[in-house]
């Protein structure tokens, strides 16, 4: 490596190793700190983001960058080394964008704001939130207007999860798949054969259930000596390095299937990031890449691989074991009550058909916040008419509607969308896995993930964070992203089980 890359590398190291600091000091927030430690987490939280911002955007930062940019110039664009430097000049451009104090503050108000939403939610009062939303929303607008945009301003905020993709993508995929949703859910409802959904519903001891996702997730490949599961209010993973990989949970003693699925989901995550590539730690190109590539991971172990019938002939006798009451059930009846679908409140519970209508609604009511075409304190009401139209269901409190997500609270605005990004991504990729691995299905009954886990680190995790998304769909599965297989997938597996 020549000597001024070197020289940037070795100075990003120390930021991305205070960025992992920051995760840590994240994770413990969400999950063991003391409620009153807030204030002082908050401050925490902005000191530190307010160094890493300085330490990124100073002089120093801008010399050594063009100094290894020069070095760069005659190195093959698609080297580790010419991508390092091209991605450390684009979080530079952006971050050079937003004045130190300006971080400082949204950062402030992102910790602040989750400890609003905690209290809102659990007294069920979005008035109580409301205030704080705004001045969220405000911050966003402002961030929005500094990193500039051409097409609208939602696509200067999405352009920070997932690159290179616009408000007019987010729209196209919607056009494409909302009709389709909704008319799948309807023939759905009007099914002659409809599903049982009682058997993983019951009293199911909470301890049996960690236990039973505990052993899941390390039969599915999720190294344990570098990571750990633990509970919190809103199931996310949290990483600081490839060594250090944190995935959380939530447990309902009623529905045995919330704790095993979330497991799944938060794992698909976590397995991504301890992937990414040995010689990439602690520079830049290590992790994901986006957002939806993230997601595309934990939906596809979550739905493609653990809502499938071959997964669900393997695992039913393994969960029968930690929780007995499942005796009376069979695995077709386990596959066919954890694929039930049906109109919910809550998104991280909604079934594969209906999930991308509660994107889809939230992408509008952002969208409505932005351009001053809703009012905050309408918020609660929107939501509940969007409810009523897309799903015919209208919550009957704010904590089961408008205030059922944690990613406001936090600022993270223009986000949503990549979770349906992720939902196709993650079908057009396991079509291309499947087709390299004919004898998938067996194995996977089997409980032998070996060709997934395989698969995904060779096509995706590998590349850490060095491609972007629209390069990483295409590099893995030859062509740039299509609904179809998204579509194709929903349509074969529920016209099987609701014999449309
Ligand atoms: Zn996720």
Known sequence: MSENIQ??????????RMGETVATLFWDQQTYMPVGAAHARAE???????????????????????????????????????????????????????PSEFVAELSRQQALGHEVWVAARKENDFAKFAPTLERIFELTRQKAEYFGYKDHIYSALLD???????????????????????????????????????????????????????????????DFHCG????????????????????????DRKYMAQALYASLHEAGHGMYEQGSPERFEGTVLAGGTSLGVHESQ?????????????????????????LPQMENTTAEGFYRAVNKVEPSFIRVEADEVTYNLHILLRFEIECGLLNGEIAFKDVPEVWNAKMQEYLGITPSTDSEGCLQDVHWSEGLIGYFPTYT???????????????????????IEQGNFTSVLGWLRENVHGYGAKFFPREVVLKATGEPLNSKYYVDYLNNKFSDIYSL
């Open 421 to 443: 990004l992720g939902n196709l991504i993650s079908a057009q990729m396991f079509h291309k896995l499947r087709t390299a691995h004919p004898n998938l299905d067996a194995e």
């Open 160 to 222: 920070e999860y997932e690159t290179d993709t616009t408000y007019t993508d987010v729209v196209n995929v919607f056009t494409e798949m909302k009709p389709y949703a909704v008319s799948l859910a309807h023939a759905i409802a009007g099914s002659k054969n409809p599903v049982d959904a009682s058997p993983i519903s019951g009293d199911f001891d909470i301890a049996k259930q960690r236990e039973l996702t505990l052993k899941v997730v390390e039969k599915l490949g999720f």
């Open 7 to 16: 020289n940037l590398r070795d100075y990003f190291a120390r930021i991305v």
């Open 44 to 98: 925490q939280i902005s000191v530190m983001s307010e160094l890493i911002h300085q330490m990124r955007t100073n002089d120093t930062a801008y010399n050594l960058l063009v100094k290894a940019e020069a070095e760069a110039g005659s190195l093959d664009p698609d080297s580790d080394d010419a991508r390092l430097v091209a991605l450390t000049r684009k979080h530079y451009d952006r971050m050079t964008k937003l």
């Open 298 to 322: 934990s939906r596809m172990w979550e739905n493609l691989v653990g809502r499938s019938r071959n997964f669900c002939k393997w695992v039913f006798p393994i969960v029968k074991e930690y």
């Open 228 to 251: 750990r599961q633990d509970e919190a209010a809103h199931p996310f993973c949290n990483n600081a390095s490839r060594y250090d990989v944190r995935l959380t949970t939530r447990f």
